[in-house]
């Protein structure tokens, strides 16, 4: 759920991307060679059906706060691609397992209506006080936490607040379910996180199939080589001493048929017992036609000329390639063949560490994940037959070791949360635990980060007008115990918990933008903190309206507090950032303009759009197109930072490896994104890319002191060495531009260039740098 995201959106929905989604999912659920693909699809299908058919109906607006009719909005809505509901709500649909086997306890009908007046009566209240103490529950959508809340306020004598909950509640009583499922493990540590469960990863190494390419080589190298080479033996006793190419000049008595005759019989039982690899069964291959020949003289039958031909050149290339059977050179050949066949399978592994799963808590990560991808014991050999010592191959450890249950940093460290987009999927457990922190009460505080959980999974709707999605604050059961908070102790820890994972997030992964739904809950503490940050949102260039709301330009004075007065990143992007700061000044003392009745900030947005268009060709420039928003969104980020300046200046964030080696870590991923251009057909998207990590190597060296400033633009030379060529090339006219504007100049003098994602010219960093002349 992205609740602070003031997105700007056109004017209406359009249902051509509903149809055309329609499309995609029925053409996958029809053709897709996977059945569970196939299956997901027709789910899709069947949703996308939904929304076309509530858009013709008028049981839904897309683009409103409130989407499906006669539902408020902080009923969850069912969200799907795009942000288009689906008309069901996400609490609704039949009974779940745990409310029928409620209501069969309770001796009430099977339905919600009934279920919800037996919560309320002395003995239901009684079971959700045992919940609420025990704080053994799951929340999985935001409603769930309704009816706990009205129990606590009940036993805590808030009976107006239980009250004026409930008869805000009961309208929906028969559509939604209010409270959560009941469960056998407490609340989860708030210390430590975990990217997957036991039972997640089990199911990752479950799906782990036999290769049949892998299966094939085994096959190949401990059955047919083998059995090859005594075909090769059996013939060259019919051939003179010393020359294999005179196979059959030696008449075969009746030993060697008899012999030749055991061979097919065993050749029979091996092709049916292995199937893997079937280049045996060609008549071409040497193999076949060694077996065809032999087949042939063991039934009596003479070899036409032609098919002695085929014999001896057979024998004879394959003596070339492996040598006589029983030499050294093919006898080591073939036990190290042997070694590498009785390797054990991928797959035979992955059951083993399935195994090892099998005896903990499914449903927590892992403490410690290395006695589960040890090497395989003595006692685990004789029970399974893999070698002792055999080691867990990399593929089989990755699902296993994402189990792992540790501090967020040591995930980082370990390289278990790989992006930031990975990082933004568990911070709100964090923040969730931090935010609870304001309620004294503890069963109060469990309730509280448990609904924050589920929250934040709440899918951001497509908004029009720059509507605001639903914050938690708005829902009802949050207003019900918003007295009950203090802010004061709670606000500290929140500061302290956004300092230390914007700090993570910034030194973790230099050279990437945060990603919206980490902003989301980076802003759900700064909130808290009261700290005057202001977070903003990537937005989308292609449902860009042109507008930007107030906090925009909060960011961007910010900035200015920090980087204003003749910063590397104030001369590199040519900002006046005395301007931006006047801006602010006027803008707060006048009464914001509001446009689509959203509050907007007119001056911030006539600013970007001006910066957009100087570098632009008179013909190529206006709105209305991507790229042409998609310039103006940049110019926007380009002013604020993009969050950065608001981390530094007003969060306080002190990265320990500093700002040079941050600096140096953007220049690598800058040279890295740069490789992925070449040969590119569409590079747009990567180029786009290049610019945010450019954007943040500047924003680095500003921050630093002038000596590692000077040693840091003195190093990236020598890292485009460790880079293919053509990266050096695309990259030399930018890094021109930096040293220019370092030394007093601009960026783009000469032959330096500004670097920017976005253009509505065709962008100098996509030819290719040896044909661009």
């Known amino acids: 759920m992205n609740d602070d995201a003031d997105q700007q959106h056109l004017a209406e929905a359009n249902p051509g991307y509903a149809s055309g989604q329609l499309a ?26 939904s929304v076309l058919a509530g858009m013709a109906n008028g049981l839904l607006t897309i683009g409103s706060r409130t989407p499906v009719r006669d539902l408020p909005a902080w009923v969850t809505p069912e969200v799907i691609r795009g942000g288009f509901a689906t008309g069901a709500p996400s609490a609704g649909g039949p009974l779940t397992e745990y409310e029928a086997e409620a209501a069969c306890r309770a001796g009430v009908p099977p339905d919600r209506q009934a279920l919800f007046a037996y919560w309320l009566s002395e003995d239901g209240l009684a079971q959700l006080y045992e919940l609420l103490d025990g704080g053994r529950y799951e929340v999985t959508v935001p409603e769930e936490a309704a009816l706990l809340t009205v129990a606590w306020l009940a036993r805590a004598g808030e009976t107006d607040a239980a009250l004026g909950l409930v008869e805000e509640l009961a309208p929906f009583a028969e559509r939604l379910r209010f409270t959560p499922r009941p469960s056998t493990r407490p609340a989860p540590d708030a210390g430590t996180v975990h990217r997957r469960t036991v039972a997640e990863a089990g199911e990752s190494l479950a799906r782990r199939r036999t290769s049949e390419a892998v299966e094939t080589q085994r096959e190949a190298l401990a059955v047919w080589q083998p059995f090859g080479d005594e075909l090769l033996a059996h013939w060259l006793e ?164 994402a189990a792992l249950s540790a501090p967020l940093s040591t995930l980082v460290e370990r390289g278990v949360v790989p992006s930031a987009e990975v990082l933004a999927e568990l911070v709100p457990r964090l923040v969730a635990a931090t935010t609870a922190q304001a309620y004294p009460d503890p069963a109060l505080r469990t309730l509280a980060a448990a609904h924050h959980r589920a929250f934040a999974g709440r899918r951001s709707l497509l908004l029009l007008n720059l509507q605001r999605q639903v914050r938690a604050e708005e829902l009802p059961w949050v207003r019900a115990v918003a007295g009950q908070r203090t802010d004061g102790e709670a606000g500290a820890v929140s500061a302290v918990a956004l300092r230390q994972l914007g700090e993570l997030a910034v030194q973790a992964f230099p050279g990437t933008i945060l990603p919206n739904s980490l902003i989301r809950e980076l802003s759900v503490l700064a909130r808290q903190a009261e700290l005057g940050a202001p977070l903003v949102e990537e937005l989308a260039a292609d449902i860009f309206m042109g507008t930007f709301t107030p906090k925009f330009l909060a960011a961007a004075r910010i900035a200015a507090e920090l980087l204003g007065g003749g910063s590397l990143y104030e001369r590199y992007y040519a900002i006046d950032y005395r301007a931006v700061r006047n801006l602010a000044i006027v803008e707060a003392g006048e009464a914001l303009t509001r446009s689509y009745g959203a509050r907007t900030s007119p001056g911030f947005a006539k600013l970007c759009v001006a910066r957009a268009e100087a570098g632009s060709s008179r013909s190529r420039r206006g709105g209305g197109s ?56 569409r590079p747009l ?80 960093l996509r030819p290719d740098p040896a044909s661009a002349g």
């Open 626 to 681: 991507v790229a042409a928003n998609g310039k103006v969104i940049e110019q926007a980020q380009i002013l604020t930072t993009h969050n950065l300046a608001t981390l530094v200046h007003r969060v306080g964030i002190d990265p320990a490896v500093g700002w040079a080696d941050l600096a140096r870590r953007c220049f690598v991923t800058v040279c890295r994104l740069t490789g992925r251009v070449h040969g590119n057909p």
């Open 685 to 764: 998207s990567t180029i786009k890319d290049v610019a945010y990590a450019w954007r943040q190597l500047v924003f680095h060296l500003s921050l630093c002191t002038p000596g590692e400033r000077a040693r840091t633009l003195a190093g990236l030379s020598e890292e485009l060495t460790r880079h293919p060529g053509h990266v050096a090339g695309r990259l030399a006219p930018a890094l021109t531009g930096l040293y220019q504007v370092a030394e007093g100049g601009r960026a783009d003098e000469g032959t330096g260039r500004l670097l920017l994602g976005w253009t509505t010219d065709g962008h100098w």
């Open 24 to 49: 995609r999912a029925l053409r996958t659920a029809l053709t897709h060679e996977d059945p569970d693909t196939r299956r997901r699809a027709g789910e899709r299908q069947r949703a996308w059906r």
């Open 238 to 401: 019919t051939a003179d001493a010393g020359q294999p190419a005179r196979v059959l000049t030696r008449a075969p008595d009746a030993a060697w048929h008899g012999r030749g005759a055991e061979l097919l019989c065993r050749y029979r039982d091996l092709a049916g017992r292995h199937t893997h690899c079937t280049k045996h069964l060609k008549p071409k291959e040497n193999l076949g036609i060694l077996r065809g020949a032999l087949e042939e003289t063991v039934a009596g039958r003479e070899l036409d000329a032609r098919r002695l031909g085929l014999l001896r050149h057979a024998v004879t290339s394959m003596v070339r390639r492996r040598g006589l059977p029983g030499s050294t050179e093919l006898t080591a050949l073939r036990r190290e063949q042997a070694a590498q066949a009785a390797l054990p399978s991928h797959h035979a592994l992955a059951q083993l560490v399935l195994r090892r799963l099998s005896g903990l808590d499914q449903q927590a990560g892992v403490a410690d994940v290395a006695p589960l991808v040890a090497a395989v014991g003595e006692e685990e050999a004789r029970e399974t037959g893999l070698p002792v010592g055999a080691v867990i191959p990399a593929g089989v450890r990755r699902p296993v070791e």
